[in-house]
């Protein structure tokens, strides 16, 4: 009887010789393999022999993205300092314990260790995103030479301090600060937490847009496609001077207004404020400030299809403060999630599609719309803006609500009489009696788009 020959000897020598090991040594392969894996399964792969041990430890691109979120060391379950009584492998809790300290033990001891392990500085993009993070260990990011932190993601972190933590970025990129540094140059900090829905969601941005039926995993990109309100929690005012000091520094996943009420717009001085102030619904239309964080990302004027301050388009530059030609960094928002390959800043801000550098003489001018949007704040929106229809009407076509309406002989204009909607109910007749077509928005809706076709809800 004739003895089976192995399989392996039909083989070519390169699929035999080509082991795990093999395929893991090349640094390219293992580089943008790793991003895919946990850190639990990246330590139990360098636990497998001393050869996988040294090319995980020893190849930088391995710990390049660090996600921290689902580490159980990393967790912080205690509610309040005075329930403590814990204690942690690299914090011990005594009489000189600071609430720092206490806060953020779980994330120091890890670094600690990574440190040791000269780890933490191959570490570039780095997720914090709901662990309890300090704005003083954010501090000790920025300034401290041993993290080489580029991308910072932070979203939904507990016992963050914001006041504190906008004075450490404004610290950090003050004037005098050392050459090259702060090394950091993206923050997410306002965006909601990314969902645990895999590397799909992180795909599904860098890949071309597709015409097909977005999947539960495919959502519409920020800023870019994504229409109105970008944020779902309220970001305090006082974060506009923050950006303002980094602008050109670091870049957020938010940009400033650009609305011709601000110095920073590019139409400032191109409108007559003190008629928009006039023509104001309300009071607080005349306290705009200086600088503003924006929260909407808006497409063209209802009217015009465009803005007195001109689109936000990838890949252009404009003058900042009408003073220098402004870079990418500050002018264009961080996309979530962050980069999965890459540490670099352009590509955490490149939208769906688009290349890395300037589209200006890469993309023809059909597609020019593919990658634009209009920045906004809410006090620039108010009384102009549809929260339904996400409908909105500039500065220069519309005044605001209380603006006259006159004809082409400087006369009323019979045309734009109060009217009635013959569908409202008896008790909306006193609303509807008011409204005129001179008022595009009222209650947050539009009267002349398609939120004019349904009834208004009582008490609007």
């Not at 393999?33 to 360098?46: E, G």
């Not at 009489?417 to 009222?442: G, K, M, Q, T």
């Amino acid at each position: 009887m004739t003895r089976a020959e192995p399989l392996t000897d039909a083989l070519p020598i390169e699929i035999q010789h080509g082991t795990l090991l093999h395929l893991l040594a090349n640094s390219l392969i293992l580089g943008n393999t790793a991003p895919y894996l946990s850190c639990f399964d990246l330590l139990n792969l360098a636990a497998a022999s001393r050869t996988l041990r040294f090319l995980v430890y020893h190849t930088p691109l391995v710990f390049r993205r660090l996600d921290l979120r689902h580490v159980r060391n990393a967790q912080f379950d205690v509610v309040g300092i005075d329930r403590g009584g814990e204690t942690w492998r690299n914090t011990q809790l005594d009489e000189a314990l600071t609430e720092d300290d206490f806060y953020s033990g779980p994330l120091r001891g890890i670094f600690h260790h990574l440190r040791r392990a000269d780890i933490l500085r191959d570490v570039q993009v780095l997720s914090l995103d709901g662990l309890s993070v300090t704005a003083e260990l954010v501090h000790d990011i920025l300034v401290d030479p041993s993290y080489s932190v580029r991308i910072l993601s932070i979203r939904g972190a507990k016992n963050l301090n914001e006041r504190k933590l906008r004075g450490a970025l404004q610290y950090a990129c003050r004037e005098s600060r050392p050459k090259g540094m702060p090394r950091l140059r993206g923050l997410y900090v306002f965006g909601p937490k990314d969902a645990d829905s895999g590397t799909g969601a992180v795909e599904d941005r860098l890949a071309v847009k597709k015409m097909a039926p977005l999947s539960p995993f495919q959502q519409p990109e920020p800023w870019y496609a994504l229409r109105g309100s970008q944020f779902p929690l309220r970001i305090s005012p006082e974060w506009a001077s923050t950006l303002v000091a980094c602008d050109g520094i670091i870049a957020f996943d938010t940009v400033l207004c650009t609305g011709p009420r601000h110095v920073n717009s590019p139409a400032w001085g191109s409108v007559n404020i003190d008629s928009l102030n006039a023509a104001a619904g309300s009071p607080a239309a005349s306290a705009i400030p200086h600088f503003a964080v924006a929260k909407h990302s808006l497409g063209g004027c209802a009217s015009c299809g465009a803005a007195p301050e001109g689109w936000t388009v990838w890949g252009e530059s404009v003058s900042s403060m009408q003073l220098e030609p402004r870079t990418g960094v500050g002018r264009f928002p961080l996309l979530a999630p962050p980069p999965m390959h890459s540490a670099n800043l352009e590509a955490a801000m490149c939208p769906a599609g688009q290349p890395l550098k300037s589209r200006i003489h890469s993309v023809s001018p059909g597609k020019a719309t593919e990658a634009r949007f209009i920045p906004r704040c809410l006090d620039c929106l108010r009384d102009r803006y549809c929260n339904g229809c996400h409908v909105w009407w500039c500065e220069s076509c519309y005044v605001g609500p209380q603006a006259p309406v006159l004809g082409s002989y400087g006369e009323m204009d019979p045309d734009l009489e109060p009217v009635s909607d013959p569908s409202f109910r008896a008790d909306d007749a006193s609303l509807a009696n008011e409204a005129r077509p001179s008022c595009r928005v009222r209650a947050g809706f539009c009267w002349d788009g398609p939120c004019s076709r349904t009834p208004f809800p009582v008490g609007l």
